[in-house]
């Protein structure tokens, strides 16, 4: 059986309480190890790295840690403190708790903005980046292939402040599987490559959020870039992406990997979830990546 996970909680720089988890490599004294460190998109909680966890062990320990406001972290101390520059840095001091590994950092949809801008916060000691279905910034002016929910969020979030409890009460109303449904019903995910039960934790998780940090959060997501240090990335970076995703056009994805100069494209059928629908695919794409960062000097 795979080692238990650790838990642990970490104090932010604003002292706001962190949840992180850790598992261990399956060989400790292996040569090479890298850590991998995960980092997940808006209102999730690591759903999108089941399959790839114990993977991702056979090469090295692998961390995981929750936003601030998101799982079993904590509210933000500060509230204003939710934009990504915030996330990077609290994942840097994630990175610091571990003992400042050599590491491989994974973003997954907001995640990838998030590690690109930790990079620019401290390149030290990271190897490597793995960018899945995302995109480097200003996700809102391209989501469905339109800026129409950058355009709605401002009157969205003056509603919900105005109605705060009535707001509560809509976000809460939809049954988590009544959501499944109509994501499966719209092709928003695969049905026949997904296990259903894997996203309805992502459900469940996104309406407990606070829905007026969820729609900032996102607000400060949509104005947030890192376009313009792409071309400066130095260390090899893997994008993954899903040609059915909706949530993140896949030509966006290619722009991306264009513009580093060690960029390297996997294109899937998948949509936004590719490595719960793709998993074979994803996991021996990444496993050969990490092999070959773990055996090129830093």
């Not at 909706?246 to 264009?258: G, I, K, S, V, Y």
Request: aromatic share 6%; glycine share 8%.
């Amino acid at each position: 059986m795979p080692p238990e996970r650790q838990e642990a909680f970490v104090l932010a720089d604003d002292g706001t309480e962190l949840y992180r988890r850790t598992r261990p490599a399956d060989d400790p004294q292996g040569a090479s190890q890298i850590t991998s460190v995960l980092a997940d998109g808006i209102a999730c909680d690591g759903f999108i790295w089941k399959y790839l966890w114990d993977p991702l062990a056979t090469r090295g320990p692998v961390a995981h840690f929750n936003y601030r406001g998101h799982g079993r972290s904590k509210r933000p101390v500060d509230p204003e403190r939710i934009d990504v520059p915030d996330h990077a840095r609290d994942l840097d001091t994630i990175r610091r708790s571990l003992g400042d590994p050599e590491c491989v950092l994974f973003g997954h949809s907001m995640g990838c903005q998030v590690v690109l801008e930790a990079f620019r916060v401290r390149r030290e000691h990271i190897r490597g980046l793995v960018l899945i279905c995302g995109a480097p910034g200003r996700v809102t002016h391209t989501f469905k292939g339109s800026d129409a929910l950058a355009q709605a969020l401002p009157r969205l979030i003056e509603t919900v402040d105005k109605h705060p409890q009535l707001a509560r009460a809509v976000w809460g109303s939809v049954p988590p599987e009544l959501a499944l449904k109509i994501a499966l019903a719209m092709g928003e995910v695969d049905g026949r490559l997904i296990e259903p039960r894997d996203l309805v934790r992502y459900l469940e998780h996104m309406v407990d959020m606070e829905l007026p940090m969820f729609l900032r959060m996102l607000r400060a997501a949509g104005e947030h870039t890192t376009e313009d240090m792409l071309p400066t990335i130095d260390v090899p970076v893997l994008v993954i992406a899903g040609e059915k995703d909706t949530f993140t056009p896949p030509r966006l994805a290619e722009q991306m990997a264009r513009a580093i100069p060690k960029g390297e494209l996997v294109m899937t059928s998948g949509t936004h979830v590719v490595p719960l629908e793709q998993r074979a695919l994803v996991e021996e794409k990444i496993l050969d990546f990490v092999d070959r960062v773990r055996v090129t000097p830093a």
